[in-house]
């Protein structure tokens, strides 16, 4: 019962935002439940952003709710934690001005392999280059900043700034991209760097794409600050897809220090928006293998 419990919760809004289609308004990312029968521990995710756009064709503007949280039940309980990144955006000719608490401009563009089937690990991953995001989430830290991300040449480029600060201390945290679509293949690189008096760190990120409709895969490396990893972790995942409704994918995942990942994943849609599927992920050093069964829904209207 605890796992229907927290399912049907944030199934259930997921759907009441979905009806809210009307008009300038708009949703887009997802919300999905996964369970991981190795451990018995349910978790449920949301990451999405319900927005308004108005203004005039010739300058049009909006403003943009992101939501992300999640709650899991391990240990017989539930913990949740969740955090909102409410954004007045503007776009001009040389592209889209953003300020409030706008997501991080590297952390919006780069897509990280979901190991296992589980967007969790996927969230746990992005804390070695998604800072920015990553500790409003979890921690009482208040966050503010603008965003900029516009198109030159055939490159996409963005750059954000944001302050964080709690009763502790604050810090200032600056992240940036730019990539290139060049049809079968794609190419992002980036960089957060985190400044917070005396201490400065920074890290990269580099990510090779390949993608023809039926098949593709990404070579990902993260060089994050020793502050916050081990060391250079290097990830690679593949996909294939039989059939329009199909997807079967495979990812490994290594860092200094730290053990190897491996996964693949059975994954079918239905009806436009939802996605199922069952992945098997496992460690190395013989800690063993983990089931997840997932169910989601992408909330793109």
Known sequence: MKHLALAT???????????????????????????NATSDISIA?????????????????????????????????ISSYSSLYPTFWVDTSIGRF??????????????????????????????????????????DVDSYGARFDGAFGGFEAGISVHDLSNAVGSATTVTGYISRDFGAFDFTLGFEDVDQS????????????????TYGGHLTVIDPSVLTAP?????????????DWLKLSAAYASQEGAS???????????????????????ASGGTGSNTTLYVGWKLDY
């Not at 992300?68 to 039940?73: E, H, K, S």
Request: no cysteine; hydrophobic share 40%; glycine share 14%.
């Open 9 to 35: 919760s944030i199934l259930l809004a997921g759907a009441t935002s979905a009806q809210a289609q009307s008009g300038g308004v708009y949703t887009s990312g997802l919300i999905e439940y996964s369970y």
């Open 45 to 77: 995710y949301a990451d999405f952003s319900l927005g308004f756009e108005f203004g005039s064709d010739d300058l049009p503007m909006g403003f943009d709710l992101g939501i992300l949280g999640f709650a899991n039940d391990g240990g017989g309980s």
């Open 98 to 139: 953003s300020i409030g608490v706008p997501r991080s401009a590297l952390g919006s563009k780069i897509d990280l392999p979901a190991i296992g089937s589980t967007t969790m690990l996927d969230l746990m991953y992005g804390y070695f280059i998604k800072l920015t995001d990553y500790l409003p989430l979890v921690t």
């Open 198 to 213: 005396p201490i400065s760190q920074r890290s990269y990120f580099a990510q090779i794409g390949y993608d023809v409709g």
């Open 231 to 243: 060391g250079v972790m290097v990830m690679l995942d593949g996909f294939y897809k039989p059939n």
């Open 260 to 282: 190897d990942l491996y996964s693949v994943n059975a994954e079918a849609s239905f009806l436009k928006n939802g996605y199922a599927g069952i992945g098997l992920w496992e």
